[in-house]
């Protein structure tokens, strides 16, 4: 095999196995880190005694594996002896299941890090608080203690030292600690919001189903989404109700105060309007119910039901509603797509006598409490038609929430009906009535409003990683679920926290945390990310007074295309001997254009910082203009990140 350029070797995918070799390369391309390696350094540094480490193996591995890399040898190779040796300290990396990039990452510096560390036997460190002392001489004090029981090479690359700063808003207290940090994990300074597409049921009865698209906050509740169909619908919010709809039957009703996270994109959601506020008047009970086709199977002495249609929110008196009222309050919902029959309708009375009695005697046989349909045959005059009452069209039953288990069948005696507020209701339909009398087409017919056709636009389709930088660094108040213990209140307390960076490190790994969920909610974030691929000058945002000249250059970049749960993990880099930037997904290995560097599927950055005297000499280059706003920048393209 011909001689290949070294460092541009492939790793084979293992069985998605991507995620670790975009971290590899990434990594491999860290000059520092690997000519540590490719000189044998390690071999001198080995702590093979350390409780926290891997007894050398991932250091051992990893070094080989480099060596392997920029051998020159081979244009790609099977990196299955290191991924033997990670999954056997780090089981959640030993099968074969996609896994995150970054978390490899800092596994991997991590492990690296306890393997190599040069002290051998960690004293105790007692923490200090701050007590109001400078910051210089908190932080040189924290620095000095964290080495004194870590010192490694991956220390020296990549650590930095970040500021944190609690108050409690009760007592003021304010605690400041420093601590290391390895990396940056930046959040996205985009629009936390959903668009959620929903069909309202209004109670005017002429009015069809009206197919919507509302904006929420993706971390909203319940009554966030009843506000935005209230200002698109022009309905109160308090008489709207929040339904999941699944196979014609409620799955879920919500509550106003639950997580609008709860709530997944593929479910069905139907919003109701009801007669009165969701907690107003309590003589008012607000009762679900699902129709159903009930038809005698042939030859045999049971049913066959099918739920068919939409469901229904119908508000009737709680402790003063007759069965009739209950019939008529519920046809009248239905008034667009269901008409009565009349009394005098013969169709209705000479197929309630043929279609009908067979099934009558079969209820009886059976002993079925079928009193109101053999009640309606039984009387049924054909002299007598004018004035009579007109036949029900069905008949209603207490049923459990999966209308599939009848509870009770509610009694048309003139008397109130039981009404509770758990209590679930069908309507069941006579099969011949249902197919004269229910119009399917009409039921299922719906308006699209004009919100469905439009574009949910984003305010910034462009982010700048010094936006990034500053959301990362602003105050924010702390979860309920997440409180801090306050030692002046003895207490845990919502405080407000803020991080500054201290010190930088020689390599600045950048986390972009495009990935955000909880129990109920996956998102991924593909905005485009606008970062330098020169110039990078993090100098300003150190808030050392004594701090030098922070200027960075990219080197690597380890990017994920598709969504959560999935995806592929590539990796651009640049070549410490060459300078030339490659393209590494998996196996192969490509030449890349630097413009092609920076996507929207970035999201580890991998920055080496200038030497002083390169910073220097690129600053004395620089011809400064002034901004509109007075502000001093460069007119040269690498330095045109607003760091101020």
């Known amino acids: 095999?011909?001689?290949?350029?070294?460092?541009?070797?492939?790793?084979?995918?293992?069985?998605?196995?991507?995620?670790?070799?975009?971290?590899?390369?990434?990594?491999?391309?860290?000059?520092?880190?690997?000519?540590?390696?490719?000189?044998?350094?390690?071999?001198?540094?080995?702590?093979?005694?350390?409780?926290?480490?891997?007894?050398?193996?991932?250091?051992?591995?990893?070094?080989?594996?480099?060596?392997?890399?920029?051998?020159?040898?081979?244009?790609?190779?099977?990196?299955?002896?290191?991924?033997?040796?990670?999954?056997?300290?780090?089981?959640?990396?030993?099968?074969?299941?996609?896994?995150?990039?970054?978390?490899?990452?800092?596994?991997?510096?991590?492990?690296?890090?306890?393997?190599?560390?040069?002290?051998?036997?960690?004293?105790?460190?007692?923490?200090?608080?701050?007590?109001?002392?400078?910051?210089?001489?908190v932080a040189k004090e924290a620095w000095e203690n964290y080495l004194k029981r870590n010192n490694s090479i991956i220390v020296d690359i990549f650590h930095g030292l970040l500021k944190s700063t609690l108050v409690c808003p009760v007592c003021s207290k304010v605690s400041v600690t420093f601590d290391p940090s390895c990396y940056l994990s930046l959040p996205l300074p985009v629009r936390k919001e959903r668009q959620m597409e929903i069909f309202l049921v209004k109670l005017d009865v002429n009015e069809r189903i009206l197919q919507m698209k509302v904006t929420v906050p993706k971390m909203g509740c319940v009554q966030d989404l009843c506000e935005a169909v209230s200002k698109l619908a022009d309905i109160q919010a308090d008489r709207l109700v929040v339904t999941n709809v699944y196979n014609h039957r409620f799955q879920k009703i919500f509550q106003g105060d639950e997580g609008l996270s709860n709530i997944l994109e593929q479910e069905k959601i139907f919003v109701y309007e009801v007669a009165f506020a969701r907690n107003g008047d309590s003589n008012y009970i607000i009762l679900p119910l699902c129709m159903r086709d009930k038809r005698l199977k042939t030859g045999m002495n049971n049913y066959a039901v099918t739920l068919f249609g939409h469901p229904l929110l119908v508000s009737v008196p709680k402790y003063d509603c007759s069965y009739e009222l209950l019939y008529n309050t519920i046809l009248r919902h239905m008034f667009r797509y269901v008409h009565q029959p009349s009394s005098g309708d013969r169709w209705w009375i000479e197929n309630n006598r043929k279609g009908f009695n067979g099934e009558v005697e079969m209820a009886i046989e059976d002993n079925s409490d079928n009193d109101q349909l053999r009640y309606r045959l039984e009387n049924i005059d054909d002299s007598d038609t004018e004035g009579t009452r007109p036949p029900s069209l069905f008949t209603i039953v207490h049923v459990n929430p999966y209308a599939n288990v009848e509870v009770d069948k509610l009694k048309n005696d003139g008397k109130p009906l039981k009404l509770l507020d758990s209590m679930y209701l069908a309507i069941d339909w006579h099969p011949m009535a249902k197919e004269k009398f229910y119009d399917e087409k009409q039921a299922n017919e719906y308006v699209v409003h004009e919100s469905v056709n439009t574009r949910f636009s984003q305010k910034h389709q462009v982010i700048q990683l010094s936006e990034c930088l500053r959301l990362f660094m602003t105050t924010e108040k702390l979860g309920a679920k997440d409180p801090w213990y306050c030692p002046k209140c003895k207490k845990h307390q919502q405080a407000t926290k803020k991080f500054d960076l201290w010190s930088l490190p020689q390599v600045l790994i950048i986390h972009l945390k495009r990935f955000s969920y909880n129990r109920y909610w996956r998102d991924k974030i593909d905005t485009l990310v606008d970062f330098p691929i020169r110039g990078l000058d993090m100098t300003h945002y150190a808030i050392d007074p004594d701090h030098g000249p922070a200027t960075y250059d990219l080197i690597a970049v380890a990017n994920h295309f598709g969504g959560m749960g999935g995806g592929h993990y590539t990796a651009y880099a640049k070549n410490k001997e060459t300078q030339q930037w490659h393209y590494f997904d998996d196996s192969s290995v490509s030449s890349a254009s630097e413009e092609n560097v920076v996507s929207k599927a970035a999201y580890v950055l991998f920055y080496l910082k200038k030497s002083e005297a390169e910073t220097s000499s690129s600053r004395k280059g620089r011809t400064l203009i002034t901004s509109q706003n007075g502000q001093s920048l460069s007119n040269e393209e690498d330095y045109s990140m607003d760091i101020h």
């Open 1 to 137: 095999m011909g001689r290949v350029q070294p460092g541009l070797c492939g790793l084979s995918n293992l069985g998605n196995t991507c995620f670790m070799n975009s971290a590899l390369q990434c990594m491999s391309n860290t000059p520092p880190l690997t000519d540590y390696f490719l000189k044998g350094k390690y071999w001198d540094e080995l702590n093979v005694n350390n409780p926290l480490g891997m007894k050398g193996e991932i250091a051992k591995s990893y070094g080989e594996l480099m060596k392997t890399i920029w051998s020159g040898q081979f244009t790609y190779i099977i990196p299955r002896c290191f991924k033997l040796a990670v999954g056997k300290f780090a089981p959640q990396f030993s099968g074969y299941q996609q896994q995150d990039c970054q978390e490899l990452m800092a596994f991997l510096l991590d492990g690296l890090h306890e393997d190599l560390n040069r002290v051998k036997n960690k004293p105790y460190i007692e923490m200090k608080d701050a007590d109001g002392r400078p910051d210089e001489v």
